[in-house]
């Protein structure tokens, strides 16, 4: 190998030695002029512009050494000759070929399109100066990129072919082979735990009857040391603080078919904590960090409470004001006994306020949209809890792609620093047309034109439309999110409904309702939301054949149209750590409607709470709970319209949409006044989604019904139902996709086990 280096390197330094020699030993003159020979495509003003020295110069050999430098380091040329004639240098140049065109045969794992462009960055590309230095590396590039991608038996072949006016063609000629799979792992020097369970910590795993579709037997040495990672985690978290990996051997076969890793550990002895001390200035508020510590003596060592326990430290720090503290860890050990003392020791630095708060990256969205969400203020002591609820608010707008806050101290002062908050935006319109095909609802074709950030003043404006075999809605909306500098936010809606209950007799019946509302919305706190509104709603029944008794008997009561104004208010909490997927936190919110005026009196309210609850980093428990209760006001009958249902999705999975409850002599379900509802889903990762938690698999079990104002409501008549399903936010809303089998109920329901919807959020 070193005489095949050896060689191209000595004739290069002869070709340079040769090359400057013919402008060496020439005594200096006066230079009268400069020609250039040679070139076919490129300009004599690049070869001018290049040399170091111009008619009316002394010409020396310094000089047309340099220039000979600074033309080769244009990477136009292949060859250059300066020549003496007399007081007039002749500058001869060969010019590198040009590439007339890039082409790729046998490749199948990647798009040609982003292979072209993926060279042409490095150099290899139609048009550009052909250098076999780069196509070598272009070569070494394709084979590093199939490698990522289990392919080592790759091979690549670069064909170059002359073309006419001196241009060439590149062509690559891949063979990609077969994908090459991990045949084995081993994990020795472990003692504590069986190499079964550490292999089951590992994403990279042997051949299993899902890995065509999760490629975890597929090496990549990124997955390898992720696996590493996770693999001495799992010791730290165990007590064995010592723990070190020694070596992680990978051999490929012969054939390059085949992989074989080896992973050798050393556990060290298992530590059981003993103490916990504070070491270094804790502001005289030793007491207040002492309850942060989330260590606790008498349980075995844990890595991830230490950083907890650190992250706690430094964000109280930051509160305070201090944004550069330190908190270091020093474990104290007795090796012998097993035994360890945390000790922490904490450097708070200086305390510092912020001068000014920018905003960089908003090219559409007024900076007051931004700024209004800020919690930490200009000239303010630093808060660092103030400054992430900022940045959580500023990216639950939704209006961005990234959002990020730097702290960079002010030069020359001690005392101060400036924060930058930059964002990415997105696009915040959204046209849709589509159709769509529902369980329940049968064909539906829908249709909507928003924008949550309308001229980037942060306000919403809406126009929905909805149709379906049992709804049809039109609803336009806008939303003032800071109608006051207060906070307080304000929504219109219009709206046109028309409906009917799920029926086994059919009927040419609907209700129509069309109706405008008003709302409010107070924040208390950053998590409390009160609202109150009013309305008026205009609901009339049409349609006399399958008309269900009870909608007849609120015609005989009300007529044919009946008004009715609703006075609402509602309160929310919701501290979840993301409204879309959330894995940890809870959401709760009561609603109540009183039909005040008009000919129905009535009052309506339900309470609804959702608990998250992360049992590990990839697995989620979401509890839900819903009860509502109605009845009517004044001596009046409640409003059959304003009736709870139950059964699908979002309610009882495995029970037809709304179908259970009070059933009508003429076969329709309307619903009751009183529901209870319950719901519990185990989320886990969808094999191959990674890190997506808007793409997840669930099981669940569900419980529930509604009851009528003749009937007493009965637990033992709550119907149940278990299974498992998909949960996907996709780009139309949410969607879920469920599997169930009811286990608690009566021969005459409506089983459905397979249901899909649009738009249910739990």
Do not use: C
């Not at 006044?673 to 079990?701: H, K, Q, S």
């Amino acid at each position: 190998m070193t005489a095949l280096r050896f060689k191209p390197t000595l004739l290069a330094a002869l070709v340079a030695t040769s090359v400057f020699q013919s402008a060496w030993a020439v005594e200096p003159f006066v230079l009268k002029d400069i020609r250039v020979e040679g070139l076919q495509r490129a300009d004599a003003g690049t070869v001018f512009a290049s040399l170091p020295f111009r008619v009316g110069d002394t010409y020396t050999d310094d000089k047309g050494a340099a220039g000979l430098r600074s033309l080769f380091a244009t990477g136009l040329f292949k060859d250059v000759r300066i020549q003496i004639d007399g007081n007039v240098v002749v500058v001869v140049v060969e010019e590198r070929p040009v590439i007339s065109r890039v082409e790729f045969v046998g490749t199948k794992e990647f798009d040609k399109e982003a292979l072209v462009k993926a060279l042409k960055d490095v150099g290899i590309g139609e048009g550009q100066p052909f250098d076999r230095a780069l196509a070598d590396r272009a070569e070494q590039e394709l084979k590093r990129q199939y490698l990522t991608r289990s392919l080592y038996g790759v091979e690549v072949v670069t064909t170059i072919t002359p073309a006419e006016r001196n241009r060439v063609n590149v062509t690559f000629t891949v063979t990609e082979g077969e994908i090459t799979k991990i045949k084995s792992i081993r994990i020795t020097g472990n003692q504590a735990f069986t190499e079964s369970t550490l292999l089951s910590q590992l994403d990279l795993t042997t051949g299993g009857w899902l890995t065509w579709y999760t490629k975890s037997d597929q090496y990549a040495r990124s997955k390898l040391n992720a696996d590493l990672e996770t693999l001495k985690s799992y010791y730290l978290n165990r007590g064995y603080l010592e723990f070190k990996i020694e070596s992680a051997q990978v051999a490929i076969s012969p054939d390059k078919q085949d992989i074989s890793i080896a992973i050798n550990v050393s556990e060290g002895p298992r530590y059981v904590v003993t103490g916990v001390k504070l070491e270094g200035d804790y502001l005289g508020k030793e007491g207040a960090f002492r309850q942060l510590v989330s260590i606790k003596p008498g349980e075995a060592y844990r890595a991830d409470t230490v950083a907890a326990t650190i992250k706690a430290f430094t964000e109280r720090f930051a509160a305070f004001g201090y944004a550069f503290a330190r908190v270091d860890f020093r474990p104290e050990l007795d090796r012998e006994k097993g035994q360890a003392v945390a000790v922490l020791v904490a450097q708070p630095q200086r305390r510092v306020y912020v001068r000014r708060v920018n905003v960089a990256g908003n090219s559409r969205t007024r900076d007051e949209v931004i700024r209004r969400e800020f919690r930490q203020f200009e000239a303010a002591w630093y808060d660092g809890q103030k400054i992430k609820l900022s940045r959580d608010r500023v990216d639950r707008l939704g209006y961005f792609k990234q959002v990020n806050i730097d702290t960079v101290e002010v030069p020359g002062t001690a005392d101060q620093v400036d924060l930058t908050i930059t964002v990415e935006e997105k696009p915040t319109g959204n046209l849709m047309l589509g159709a769509g095909f529902s369980s329940a609802e049968k064909f539906t074709l829908t249709g909507s034109i928003k924008q949550d950030n309308v001229f980037g003043t942060g306000n919403y404006l809406g126009v929905e439309v909805n149709t379906s075999k049992y709804n049809r809605t039109i609803v336009v909306s806008t939303v003032d999110p800071y109608f006051t500098d207060a906070g307080v936010s304000r929504s219109y809606d219009v709206f046109y409904r028309t409906s009917r209950p799920l029926s086994t007799q059919g009927g040419d019946y609907k209700i129509v309702t069309p109706g405008a509302a008003v709302r409010f919305g107070v924040p208390f706190t950053e998590y409390d939301t009160v609202f109150f509104g009013a309305g008026v709603e205009q609901t009339e029944i049409k349609g006399d054949v399958g008309l269900p008794v009870s909608y007849r008997r609120h015609r005989d009561i009300f007529g044919e149209q009946s008004l009715s104004v609703p006075l609402t208010v509602g309160w929310a909490r919701d501290a979840r750590d993301s409204t879309i997927a959330p894995t940890q936190g809870r959401y709760q919110r009561v609603n109540l409607e009183v039909g005040a005026a008009g000919d129905t009196r009535y009052v309506r309210g339900d309470y609804q709470a959702q608990q998250y609850l992360p049992l590990t980093n990839r697995f989620t428990i979401g509890l839900n709970g819903e009860v509502g209760y109605g009845r009517g006001l004044a001596g009046k009958p409640y409003p059959v319209f304003k009736n709870f249902y139950a059964g699908g999705l979002g309610t009882v999975r495995g029970f037809e949409q709304s179908s259970l409850g009070p059933v009508d002599i003429e076969g329709a379900y309307v619903g009751g006044n009183r529901r209870i509802n319950l719901n519990a889903e185990l989320y886990v990762p969808f094999p191959g989604a990674g890190n997506d938690r808007t793409l997840r698999m669930f099981g669940y079990a569900d419980a529930g019904n509604v009851w009528g104002e003749d009937e007493k409501l009965k637990l033992s008549d709550m119907r149940a139902s278990v299974g498992f399903g998909i949960s996907w936010v996709s780009p139309v809303g949410p969607l879920k996709l469920s599997y169930g089998k009811p286990i608690r109920y009566k021969d005459q329901d409506k089983i459905q086990k397979l249901q899909f919807q649009i738009g249910t959020a739990f």
